[in-house]
């Protein structure tokens, strides 16, 4: 069965690591039928979040900032898996997928108790250390992300030791997020 996917890629490099990450799981998803949406996060015109609890007036367009979530809100919502991609920033996302994910919160608004839209997700991850200490920090944000959200975790690719952009070239985690992404 079909699905649709939207992946937030908030690496700042557009054809770095994540990019290639993001390049070779959408090959895959796309392989198996599915239908894939990309976000390039860095290229796209979005505000913080101004916690100011005044959005889900109109659903088509929840938030009352005006800038380019307008064009996410709609993939998001008919999306059946989010893909959080990024690099590692100090143990955590980079700060352009914590802004376009922050504002997600307007979709939530739109529905009593603010209840966010159940979806699957995947992480999709470089970084320049490998170690299991390493990716602690992130993998136990997005765990507990995913925990208050209620959304299913699908898995992730973790891509370590690729710090300098297109590090990852020819290595197998290239491989194993193409697999990932047709395995969905």
């Given at each position: 069965?079909?699905?649709?996917?939207?992946?937030?890629?908030?690496?700042?490099?557009?054809?770095?690591?994540t990019?290639?990450?993001?390049?070779?799981?959408?090959?895959?998803?796309?392989?198996?039928?599915?239908?894939?949406?990309?976000?390039?996060?860095?290229?796209?015109?979005?505000?913080?979040?101004l916690?100011?609890?005044?959005?889900?007036?109109?659903?088509?367009?929840?938030?009352?900032?005006?800038?380019?979530m307008?064009?996410?809100y709609?993939?998001?919502?008919?999306?059946?898996?989010?893909?959080?991609?990024?690099?590692?920033?100090?143990?955590?996302?980079?700060?352009?997928?914590?802004?376009?994910?922050?504002?997600?919160?307007?979709?939530?608004?739109?529905?009593?108790?603010?209840?966010?839209?159940?979806?699957?997700?995947?992480?999709?991850?470089?970084?320049?250390?490998?170690?299991?200490?390493?990716?602690?920090?992130?993998?136990?944000?997005?765990?507990?992300?995913l925990?208050?959200?209620?959304?299913?975790?699908?898995?992730?690719?973790?891509?370590?030791?690729?710090?300098?952009?297109?590090?990852?070239?020819?290595?197998?985690v290239?491989?194993?997020?193409?697999?990932?992404?047709?395995?969905?």
């Open positions: 069965m079909s699905k649709n996917i939207v992946i937030l890629n908030g690496s700042p490099r557009l054809k770095g690591n990019a290639m990450l993001c390049d070779a799981f959408t090959k895959g998803a796309e392989s198996a039928g599915h239908v894939v949406t990309r976000f390039d996060l860095q290229k796209m015109n979005i505000h913080g979040c916690g100011c609890v005044k959005g889900g007036k109109d659903p088509a367009s929840p938030c009352v900032q005006k800038d380019d307008t064009q996410i709609p993939a998001y919502k008919a999306a059946d898996i989010v893909v959080l991609a990024s690099p590692m920033y100090y143990w955590s996302v980079s700060a352009q997928l914590k802004t376009a994910f922050d504002r997600l919160f307007a979709v939530a608004e739109c529905n009593p108790g603010y209840a966010n839209p159940r979806k699957d997700c995947v992480l999709l991850m470089a970084a320049e250390g490998s170690s299991a200490e390493n990716w602690k920090p992130v993998l136990d944000y997005y765990h507990t992300l925990g208050f959200l209620e959304w299913k975790d699908l898995g992730q690719v973790l891509a370590g030791g690729v710090f300098e952009a297109g590090a990852v070239a020819g290595q197998p290239l491989d194993e997020a193409f697999r990932f992404g047709a395995s969905l």
